[in-house]
């Protein structure tokens, strides 16, 4: 299994210009998320999904939009960039259980600059 | 959530035993504790959950004080690979725990050589 993967690993854009986080999982879990790290701090969730069509807002979801058509995919899609937006975004899959714990499995990032 | 307090960084010795300290004191009945962590530039990776008992795995060992208002994470045999941010994470599990993590500053463990 590949994991989580993530793509592109680094971007630059300019402010106004949209682009879209690829995420996709092999694990067949249920649960995917969006976060984002700015420098020095923890992360914060942006949006997550309990399963293919169904999807709801985080922490801070302002200027950000998602879709889960499928269950492996889940893009991230930035409208109009701004420079709040620069910081590095982790997504993460985690499998529904009954038990008392879903580990959360993570990729490996999309540093993300907006000039 | 219930809020969590971490030191900012800790030092250890290659091959000590690492104890890293979280105070949840306003943790209630049905919240569990978490442990992730970070290498630099890398996703989070889970180390170990509890909810009252001590807790024991491959990687480290976690201690919850009786009253469960603060835990410990103990590595046993620190190496240089375990030099990353540590979160600890408070938080009730509920049916399936489609809600994410939150995620503080967490402690930044040096392993010196």
């Known amino acids: 299994n590949a994991g989580v993967t993530q793509t592109p690993k680094f971007r630059i854009l300019k402010i106004g210009q949209s682009m879209t986080l690829q995420c996709a999982q092999d694990m067949n879990h249920n649960y995917m998320y969006w976060y984002r790290q700015d420098p020095g701090m923890g992360l914060k969730l942006i949006y997550y999904s309990v399963g293919a069509g169904i999807t709801d807002k985080g922490e801070v979801p302002n200027g950000y939009n998602v879709s889960r058509s499928t269950t492996e995919d889940f893009p991230l899609r930035l409208e109009l960039a701004a420079p709040s937006q620069t910081s590095v975004y982790f997504c993460a899959s985690s499998q529904a259980t009954s038990g008392n714990f879903n580990e959360q499995f993570f990729g490996p990032g999309t540093r993300l600059t907006v000039l | 959530d219930a809020k969590t307090t971490q030191p900012t960084s800790m030092d250890c010795a290659e091959g000590r035993a690492a104890n890293l300290p979280c105070n949840h004191s306003?943790?209630?009945?049905?919240?569990?504790v978490y442990w992730y962590r970070q290498i630099h530039s890398q996703g989070p990776q889970y180390i170990i959950h509890g909810l009252k008992n001590n807790e024991t795995n491959e990687m480290a060992s976690l201690i919850i004080t009786e009253d469960r208002k603060s835990s410990t994470l103990i590595l046993p045999h620190a190496t240089l690979r375990d030099t990353a941010v540590y979160y600890c994470?408070?938080?009730?599990?509920?049916?399936?725990?489609?809600?994410?993590?939150?995620f503080g500053k967490g402690t930044h463990l040096i392993i010196q050589p």
């Open positions: 994470i408070v938080r009730e599990y509920s049916g399936g725990g489609a809600d994410g993590l939150t």
């Open positions: 306003t943790i209630s009945g049905n919240e569990y």
